[in-house]
């Protein structure tokens, strides 16, 4: 099943088109979702109007958005067709994939603006690109296009726009069928797996890792692919 969550803005409740609720995400039946919208970024004349309590009360909302959409059990890939600057770009560092249009414009401005990245932004861009090289991005509050992001490996894939303008929208959803038909408790433990891997030594993330694999022995998928491959047939998985 591919969920789409169109957002309005990145700190606003998610709306979305056959969004499924927390118990179904956990449910037999593999989900991807793929986040679009509009051109994403704080609305700085809104922010201008809040007291300093208010700002705080509101980048933490914004920043426990980011990590639900982190911790979303199944993967969730970003589109980015138009501008994702600041919040937006932090809401797609968020996921698990990026796929961008060549023609959009992402970054972390916030030290343009007097700010620092507050949602996400200073933990995720070192773990995705490297201190070095997140800590350029950051300090100068550089803008990359599309391209210059897929070179750095910030997006998995970076595609022409279309004249719709809507490119990387239908990238996003050729990438989710792409997972939808493998098996759904290897996936969602192969992205535990990686998640905390990443957080520990090397040697705690082969203990999680073990941890993963154990849980996923005992599942009918794990019969039906070994099944499928000796019987030379396409695997049906059913999520247990």
């Not at 809104?46 to 009360?57: F, Y």
């Not at 290897?186 to 957080?199: F, Q, S, T």
């Not at 849980?215 to 019969?223: M, V, W």
Request: aromatic share 4%; hydrophobic share 45%.
């Amino acid at each position: 099943m591919l969920r789409v969550l169109c957002l309005l803005r990145p700190w606003r409740p998610l709306r979305a088109r056959g969004c499924a609720s927390d118990s179904a995400a956990g449910g037999s039946e593999i989900q991807v979702r793929a986040l679009a919208g509009p051109d994403q970024g704080a609305d700085l004349k809104e922010r201008e109007q809040m007291s300093e309590a208010e700002v705080g009360v509101f980048v933490q909302r914004l920043r426990g958005l980011m990590n639900d959409i982190a911790a979303f059990p199944a993967p969730t890939i970003a589109a980015m067709d138009g501008f994702a600057l600041g919040g937006g770009l932090e809401l797609a560092l968020a996921c698990d994939l990026r796929v961008a249009a060549s023609s959009a414009i992402m970054g972390l401005i916030e030290t343009t603006r007097g700010l620092l990245p507050g949602a996400g932004g200073t933990q995720r861009l070192p773990r995705c690109l490297g201190v070095a090289l997140a800590k350029e991005l950051i300090f100068t509050g550089r803008r990359l296009s599309g391209t210059e992001a897929h070179a750095l490996g910030l997006v998995n894939h970076a595609v022409a726009q279309n004249e719709e303008g809507d490119a990387a929208y239908h990238r996003a959803r050729a990438l989710a069928q792409e997972i939808l038909p493998q098996a759904p408790i290897a996936v969602r433990l192969g992205k535990v797996a990686i998640d905390r891997g990443m957080e520990v030594d090397i040697a705690s993330g082969m203990a999680i890792e073990g941890m993963c694999y154990a849980q996923n022995i005992p599942t009918r998928d794990r019969l039906e692919g070994m099944a499928a491959f000796r019987e030379k047939r396409p695997p049906t998985f059913v999520g247990e």
